[in-house]
């Protein structure tokens, strides 16, 4: 129980807290130093490997998360509304990140392959809202999730 939780709240930290640099700290100042035609490839090859980390993160949270549920609490009846709920918010957080993994970013690599600044500058500017809606959901389940079973 113990590693599963470690690994689960490892898991939500380096996905939401990437996030969280990325969107509160690393966009402003890319805006303020960095040339409008270079930032997609800045940003292109930051979330590469950023990515790489949160398609593990993924599959520890849903590992470490189903193995919890029906391990320690028995099943779906045995988890409180704050797991359920923790439950649904991660998986629509997945959902985002898919699409944002295979259309947004597929299209910011093309344009960053293509040397179209332009294109890959309305593609980051895309990944940034669904991080942005990404963020606030996760800041929402890490609260629940760390806070919810005493509510």
């Given amino acids: 129980m113990a590693l599963a939780i470690a690994l689960h709240v490892l898991s939500a930290v380096t996905w939401v ?11 402003p100042a890319v805006v303020e130093v960095i040339e409008a035609g270079q930032r997609g490839k800045l940003w292109y090859q930051t979330l590469t490997r ?20 029906f391990k320690v609490f028995g ?18 957080m997945m959902a985002i990140f898919f699409h944002l993994y295979f259309a947004p970013f597929r299209r910011l690599k093309q344009a960053v392959a293509a040397s179209n600044p332009q294109e890959g500058g309305r593609q980051v500017g895309k990944i940034r809202q669904l991080v942005g809606i990404n963020l606030i959901l996760g800041l929402i ?3 629940i999730g760390s806070a ?4």
């Fill in 75 to 92: 099943g779906m009846a045995g988890a409180g509304w704050h797991i359920h709920t923790m439950q649904l918010m991660g998986l629509i």
């Fill in 141 to 143: 389940v890490v609260a």
């Fill in 50 to 69: 950023f990515f790489r980390w949160v398609w593990l993160a993924i599959a520890l949270l849903l590992i470490t998360g189903y193995w919890m549920i």
């Fill in 17 to 27: 807290g990437g996030m969280f640099f990325a969107y509160m700290a690393m966009r």
């Fill in 148 to 151: 919810g079973r005493f509510i």
